[in-house]
């Protein structure tokens, strides 16, 4: 009789044993999956990511290069008959170019070749302020223009000012070391001013780069206050 009883005894602490087993993990293992869960699958969150690994995305330098606008052909060839005109120099000439860069323009509003000539135009006109402008729109459009940057220096120069000439003239020569007529344009802003020393300074390279250069440098009136010091005249003499 003892056995049965201490035999039944502990079938009975067996099942609550196993109850109570059976209650703790169906309880706990959920929770402990769902946790592993998350573990796995719960991305890293902004605030959690490290502030130096943050990338920003970098803003466009004032550097960057500009497009290069293409004008129209149609508009191109009206400049280049406005530059023939142009290059005559005189008063017949230049309403003629003025008209034919007009036309060109008409055509393509953002050809800087005519807006860079029509300025030089008006500022070999007298109209500086004008003319300026226009060329200063020409480079907005086409920053690396050489010629812009001559016509600038030029349009300056006949100003007669001196040192935003200069400045332009050396831009020019920054971006085209052979442009012979910027170096030229140094030098005889230098004569007027009798600096020989930069005169020969800047004429050297443009006889250099153009030997017939010598025989313009002999009869600009812009060299006159160094004409007679005889290194000016030996570097020019035929």
């Known amino acids: 009789m003892l056995k049965r009883s201490t035999r039944l005894i502990t079938i009975i602490l067996a099942a609550i044993i196993l109850v109570i087993t059976t209650m703790i993990v169906l309880f706990y293992y959920p929770k402990y999956k769902a946790?592993?869960?998350?573990?796995?699958?719960?991305?890293?969150?902004?605030?959690?990511?490290?502030?130096?690994?943050?990338?920003a995305t970098?803003?466009?330098?004032?550097?960057?290069?500009?497009?290069?606008?293409?004008?129209?052909?149609?508009?191109?060839?009206?400049?280049?008959?406005?530059?023939?005109?142009?290059?005559?120099?005189?008063?017949?000439?230049?309403?003629?170019?003025?008209?034919?860069?007009?036309?060109?323009?008409?055509?393509?509003?953002?050809?800087?070749?005519?807006?860079?000539?029509?300025?030089a135009t008006l500022a070999f006109q007298g109209h500086y302020d004008e003319g300026l402008a226009l060329i200063q729109q020409a480079l907005v459009i086409n920053p690396s223009f050489v010629y812009g940057y001559f016509n600038r220096g030029l349009a300056n120069e006949l100003a007669r000012r001196w040192d935003p000439a200069i400045a332009s003239y050396q831009k020019a020569l920054q971006l085209d070391k052979s442009d012979t007529?910027?170096?030229?344009?140094?030098?005889?802003?230098?004569?007027?001013?009798?600096?020989?020393?930069?005169?020969?300074?800047?004429?050297?390279?443009?006889?250099?780069?153009?030997?017939?250069?010598?025989?313009?440098?002999?009869?600009?009136?812009?060299?006159?206050?160094?004409?007679?010091?005889?290194?000016?005249?030996?570097?020019?003499?035929?």
Do not use: M
């Open 35 to 55: 946790t592993k869960i998350n573990e796995i699958k719960v991305p890293i969150t902004p605030a959690t990511t490290p502030r130096d690994t943050v990338v």
């Open 58 to 119: 970098p803003l466009p330098s004032s550097s960057s290069p500009v497009p290069r606008h293409v004008s129209d052909s149609n508009a191109l060839a009206l400049y280049d008959k406005g530059l023939k005109l142009y290059y005559q120099k005189d008063q017949k000439g230049f309403p003629e170019a003025l008209a034919c860069f007009d036309q060109a323009l008409a055509i393509d509003a953002q050809c800087y070749e005519a807006l860079n000539a029509k300025g």
């Open 181 to 238: 007529w910027s170096y030229y344009g140094i030098a005889s802003i230098y004569g007027r001013l009798g600096k020989i020393d930069k005169v020969l300074e800047y004429l050297k390279p443009a006889i250099a780069l153009d030997p017939e250069v010598k025989a313009v440098a002999r009869d600009e009136e812009d060299f006159a206050p160094v004409r007679q010091d005889p290194r000016f005249q030996t570097l020019v003499k035929p």
